[in-house]
């Protein structure tokens, strides 16, 4: 693989972004809000008009926060133990297009392609721990 950023900045870069990603799925919810007017004094309250795609919006960013410890953890890990490779590389790059594409298939309501997302990105996770602990 030849890329311009090396394995270590890779895994940096990676955290960053996927943090950035956690963000996606919320500018959905912000539409939504604005389309069907936001009410400033409850506006946790206004989730129940919100429209199907806005609620799957906010629970794929819910998701989004849970998994983004994990990843940073993992990532951060496998950065100072210094194992930082073309696996990992591909740990995390795989990592990132499985979460955008999870949001995506949440949001249109496909939980049969969202699924493997979780789990590509799951498995991303695992990959990166075990490549620390070698």
């Known amino acids: 693989m030849n890329l311009p950023l090396s394995p270590s900045q890779i895994l940096i870069y990676g955290v960053a972004i996927a943090a950035g990603l956690v963000y996606l799925p919320y500018m959905v919810v912000a539409f939504a809000r604005v389309s069907v007017g936001f009410d400033m004094n409850a506006p946790r309250a206004m989730f ?44 995390v790059l795989a990592f990132l ?28 996770i695992g990959g990166l721990f075990l490549a620390s602990f070698r």
């Open 48 to 91: 129940d008009r919100l429209p199907d795609y806005a609620k799957r919006a906010t629970w794929a960013h819910q998701n989004s926060f849970e998994v983004f410890g994990l990843f940073a953890a993992a990532a951060l890990t496998a950065y100072v133990t210094d194992v930082a490779s073309e696996q990992t590389t591909l740990y």
């Open 97 to 124: 297009a499985a979460r955008v594409l999870f949001s995506f298939f949440y949001i249109v309501n496909l939980p049969w392609l969202r699924s493997p997302m979780w789990a590509i990105s799951m498995t991303c």
